[in-house]
């Protein structure tokens, strides 16, 4: 069985692994970069981008996840999860590890009270798809390598590039489990081609920052 891994620092990664464990692949929670070894694939969720930062301040998270991407870790972010993951963040600027090219807006869709619920065309099937949108980024330039899977009135709001997948919605907060397994696709494909090496890292082990959890806004 492939090996997940849900980055349970800030924000709802325990809705994230409840959404795994029903479709029989219940994630580990990771807190720590060490704990990056040994795993498959890492979701990345949404939270507060700058809370989410300040937490991994604590141990080498930029490097270990490069080179967990690198040996073939497969990854995916929602919300805060893709801001992370973005080439370049705007609106303001802060720090990103690059590994899908492409530039987002933080806030793009607008603040708290502009959250929304909606449904998006899905590439690849004929049943739209529930979102669920909490102060959601917005893409806003994308390189020629990105695929997009999932539009919003025609604007991109779900991304692909190798095995990296990242949304601008929260997919963990409704019913529908196709995004989750659509990973676990793109990281058994992954395995099958090859392509993941090993992932130890060499991050410290020191006991790090306490997780927050519930907090959604990206």
Known sequence: MTRIGVLALQGDFARHAQ???????APVEVRHARQL????????PGGESTAL????????????LRRFHSAGGALFGTCAGAILLAREVRDPAQPSLGLID?????????????????RLE??????PLPAVFIRAPRFVELGPRVEVLARL???????RQDRVLAGTF??????????????LDMVTESLQNGENKSTETT???????VAQERRVSC
């Open 19 to 25: 959404a795994f464990a029903e479709i029989g692949h």
């Open 203 to 209: 991050a410290s082990a020191h006991p790090g920052p």
């Open 102 to 118: 492409a530039v987002i807006r933080r806030n793009g869709f607008g603040r708290q009270i502009d959250s929304f619920e909606t």
């Open 122 to 127: 899905l590439a690849g099937s004929e049943r």
């Open 170 to 183: 929260h997919p963990e907060l409704t019913h529908d489990r196709r995004l989750q397994r659509m990973f």
């Open 153 to 159: 009135d025609g604007e991109p709001v779900l991304l």
């Open 53 to 64: 930062l300040r937490l991994m301040d604590h141990e080498p998270w930029f490097p270990e």
């Open 37 to 44: 070894a040994g795993l498959d694939g890492l979701v990345v």
